[in-house]
């Protein structure tokens, strides 16, 4: 089984950005669109999409798709709780909590009317159980300790099984509250039936996590407040993935946020109207343009925009704090040095994690000759961490030098692509092929 479901990530990976996506949109919107995904063993989302008039799957960037098995019309998924590796920088992994050795969980996708059946295996230390977040289903399905289910005991398994019949963007997680700042949480996709109108050429979600974990650290403290790593799908900028689109395609973003703090969600350079949330598709007379779009806990919000203008667009949220990452790592065991900072003392501090990481460390941007005489400074001086080797992928490719210091923490871009450069990246990561879960892996 575990084989049979590394082929069907690796499969599902590759699924980020269709393989042949459409021609142009137009050509989609006229129907001839036909599944790009050819799945040989296992199914994933994918499987359902050939009708044209069905929904292309959602790509969840740094994380893979579940796949599932039939018996009879049912999809069978299984899921694993169990303690993950997460590398969220490139120079901090953590130990937290997920699903299938991935944080978050693996995306779960079907479609309006599946029957769906969850074999649910418990590797964690102590017992745990798993909620539908948003889906009307039987209440012994509901996943609640002690309330719909005897918890699930370290070493069991518990079968989960429900119709699904409703449309949207909806989560997995565990329902304890400790657990779910673990990363006990994964996307659960319901594809309409019919297609959304207008329909989308390119749907990505991202799940907004945060964590306190401590300088030379690695388990985040669930009870604390301070949240010091902010991430997108698991990892912090510039290691997130930017998501493609080409030039007059129209973008569909789900958001999901489970942590302690809401997020704005700012997108640069374009409008977007938001075309549903985590109860569903909202209907056309409610969407007006804005272009930040405030996630709350336990919420998703579904955005689509048209990608008008070419360029590497910011996807980020706008809470100051979470655009950044934890500095502190830079010393070890010490909070970053800025006071009484001189320009040899930032580079050296710079250059001490250089050694562990091996990037190229450009110079940060110039300061001020009285600049230590100024009240206030420095403020973002010495912050820069440009490291575009380290986060090099077929996505990154053309990106202007030195793009990785303006990226930090809870923060993706969007690159709206032409044509030609569109197909370009495509081939690229056709040709990374199977050393792409390099990137995804923990
Ligand atoms: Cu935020």
Known sequence: MLGAGLLGLRETLRADTPAEPPQSPRQNENGRHHSPYGNKGTHSAAENTVGHERALPMATPDLADLPYELDGGLKVFHLVAEPVKRKIAPFKTIDAWGYNGSCPGPTIQVQQGDRVRVIFENRLPESTSLHWHGLEIPIEQDGVPY?????????????????????????YHAHSAMQEMMGLIGFFVAHPEIDYKPRVHHDYGLILQEWAVLPSNTIPNTASMEFNWLTFNGV???????????????????????????????????????????????????????????????????????????????????????????????????????ADQTEEKAVGQMMSLAKSVPFEHVHPSPVAANAGKVPGFPQDAFMEMGMDEVVEKPETYGLPKNWSAGMMGMMTMVRVLPEKEYEDIIARKKAAGGQMEHHHES
């Open 236 to 338: 912090s900028a510039p290691m997130t993935t930017p998501l493609l689109a080409r030039l007059g395609s129209r973008v569909r973003l789900r958001i999901l946020n489970l942590g302690m703090d809401h997020h704005p969600v700012h997108l640069h350079g374009h409008q977007f109207v938001i075309t549903g949330t985590e109860g569903g598709r909202a209907p056309e007379s409610t969407w007006y343009p804005m272009n930040t779009v405030l996630v709350g806990v336990a919420q998703a919000r579904v955005v689509e925009f048209e990608a008008k203008y070419p360029g590497a667009w910011m996807i980020h949220c706008h809470l100051p704090h979470h655009m950044m990452n934890s500095m502190m790592d830079l010393l070890r065991d010490r909070q970053i040095q800025t």
């Open 147 to 171: 309330i719909s289910q005897k918890p699930v005991a370290p070493g069991e398994k518990y079968v989960y099984e429900f119709t699904v019949h409703q449309e949207g963007t909806f989560f």
